[in-house]
């Protein structure tokens, strides 16, 4: 079964974790339907209790095998918990997509435009 995922922080391509997107079909960039908050730490939280700014990121179909991995690696449900959203592609197609929200954690700073920039070390 396939499954398309919105990535935002730490999956995107040339970030630390984008590793565990390596079988995934790239489908483009784009940004969330709707506007949520993100903050960010070490690494980012989006949340829905705040509609802040739409979240940019890119959106990849994923296999099974894969979505268990991202939900281990997230720790989903406990820490991060997955959900389906409306995203837009640049090219302005509306698609639903799983995406990692943290309604447990709030990082430091306020990412106001939505994109996540820190790149992380391995």
Do not use: Q
Request: charge should be positive; aromatic fraction near 14%; include cysteine.
């Amino acid at each position: 079964m396939k499954h398309i995922v919105f990535v935002y922080g730490t999956l995107k391509k040339g970030f630390c974790n984008h590793y565990y997107l390596r079988k995934a079909r790239f489908l483009g960039s784009g940004r969330t339907k709707e506007k949520y908050k993100m903050t960010v730490s070490d690494i980012p939280f989006v949340s829905k209790k705040e509609k802040i700014s739409y979240i940019y990121g890119g959106i990849y179909e994923i296999d099974e095998e894969t979505l268990k991995n991202l939900d281990i690696l997230e720790e989903h449900p406990s820490f991060y918990k997955r959900e389906k959203i409306k995203v837009l592609l640049n090219n302005k197609k509306e698609i639903e997509a799983w995406i990692y929200f943290n309604e447990v954690l709030e990082g430091k700073i306020l990412i106001k435009d939505g994109i996540f920039r820190k790149k992380l070390k391995n």
